[in-house]
């Protein structure tokens, strides 16, 4: 598998990835849309009662790659498994659109005649992002009033899986 580039390429919000062209044909992105790491957006009991939210909130401005929301899941939803069962409901509130791009340059001997360079620098798709204002929800957890701490340590697990700071707020 190829090498991840560091998250500050594709970090701050400037403008969607999109084609513009004056030809029409060549106004979208090659390749379609990445197949996403996210398995899943709602574990746990889905239609339950609970009476308490936990929220983490962004407190930053950014994109954030689908692989750090999965790893996010993965760890608060292993704690909450163990400990509560299926006695609470996890949602990722964000969905990753935003198409991110690679224009990967080759190197070595020979490089000249199988690069265009820069010429048609539209890039190659090498993973999808979700788009978070400061103050958006990224993730929830809904439990009842006795495992509210629970939920705050599984939040504090996702938060330390994210690019960003974030706030956890109970609701």
């Known amino acids: 598998m190829a090498k991840l580039r560091k998250f500050v390429a594709y970090k701050n919000i400037e403008r969607p990835y999109t084609r513009t062209s004056k030809f029409n044909k060549k106004n979208f992105i090659r390749g379609g849309f990445p197949n996403l790491k996210i398995v899943k957006f709602e574990t746990g009991r889905t239609n339950g009662e609970f009476d308490t939210t936990v ?22 939803n292993k704690l909450l498994e163990r400990s509560l069962g299926k006695d609470y409901h996890l949602r ?38 979700a788009r978070v204002r400061e103050g958006q929800a990224i993730m929830e957890v809904r439990v009842n009033k006795e495992n509210v701490k629970l939920a705050k340590q599984a939040m504090s697990r996702a938060a330390k899986k994210m690019p960003c700071t974030c706030k956890i707020t109970i609701a």
Not at 59 to 74: D, K, M
Not at 103 to 117: I, K, M
Request: net charge positive; proline share 2%; aromatic share 4%.
């Open 92 to 129: 990722i509130k964000v969905y990753p659109f935003h198409v991110l791009r690679e224009n990967a340059l080759a190197s070595g001997a020979g490089a000249d005649r199988l690069s265009t360079g820069m010429k048609k620098s539209f890039g190659k798709i090498v993973g999808a992002a």
């Open 55 to 76: 929220q983490l909130l962004s407190q930053n401005r950014l994109n954030i790659r689908h692989n750090a929301l999965e790893s996010a899941r993965l760890t608060s």
